[in-house]
């Protein structure tokens, strides 16, 4: 059953109240029997799971991208290795 907040409009009291979905929203304070408001905060939110990433996301699409760039980029290396090679016979 969900606990719901409850503050009073008049003298401000505020309290807690657990309820069912079924229940009728409580509209008299027990302090000084004036109105009810429900107030409404904020909760933590966890994802879980795939898709909530960006690295999760159309991983398809970067999968077949990311593999051909990588194949560009062992390319490089081994051409900057050989350039600095050169250089060092070379000196």
Do not use: W
């Amino acid at each position: 059953m969900p606990t719901y907040a409850y503050a009073c409009k008049e003298c401000g009291h505020r309290f807690d109240a657990v309820q069912s979905f079924a229940d009728p929203t409580l509209t008299e304070c027990p302090e000084c029997s004036g109105p009810l408001r429900k107030e409404y905060g904020s909760i933590g939110v966890t994802f879980n799971g795939s898709g909530f990433y960006r690295t999760d996301s159309r991983s398809g699409a970067k999968g077949d991208s990311g593999s051909s760039a990588g194949g560009d980029g062992s390319s490089s290396p081994s051409s900057k290795s050989e350039a600095k090679a050169s250089p060092a016979s070379a000196g």
